[in-house]
């Protein structure tokens, strides 16, 4: 699939995580599928969790899928087989949402993309961890990158 950048943030802090928020909101159309690309410990749940504004979302890792009544979230970190994307049956969990949040999903991209309801739009928030010497209280800033998806 082919990315088309569309806004980055630099050095971004957990406390600026509602203002990246609300960018995003107003310049993803949803209804979306957002792939979440980063390391481990990169923020990825924490970012899902202040957008849908619910502490309570648990990293779905174990049970793959995590749904709140506007948004999917799901952990692909232990699927390895284009296969086990089919199996999950992702289009009957979309019904009624608004946004689709998918980590460890970008080598799974364009299965996921065919899975997707034709008016879905597709994204990826790539998330990266910045070294810094000193570190703020909050911990290291991250940076974050937002792109289109295409199938072309």
């Known amino acids: 699939m082919n990315k088309k950048p569309i806004r980055d943030w630099k050095k971004v802090y957990k406390s600026d995580l509602p203002y990246i928020v609300y960018e995003l909101k107003d310049l993803a159309k949803f209804p979306a ?5 980063g390391t481990l410990g990169a923020g990825k749940t924490t970012f899902v969790q ?3 504004g619910e502490k309570e979302i648990l990293s779905p890792t174990y049970s793959i899928l995590s749904e709140t009544k506007s948004l999917l979230h799901a952990d692909f970190y232990r699927l390895e087989k284009n296969e086990e994307i089919l199996q999950l049956e992702v289009p009957n969990y979309l019904e009624g949402k608004q946004y689709f949040f998918v980590e460890w999903g970008m080598k799974f991209a364009r299965r996921i993309h065919r899975e997707l309801p034709e008016n879905w739009n597709s994204y990826v928030l790539e998330i990266n961890i910045n070294s810094e010497k000193n570190p703020s209280p ?4 991250r940076n974050f990158s937002l792109s289109s998806l295409h199938d072309d």
Do not use: N, Q, T, V
């Open 33 to 37: 599928m957002i792939i979440l690309e």
């Open 50 to 52: 202040m957008f849908a």
């Open 138 to 141: 909050e911990g290291p800033s």
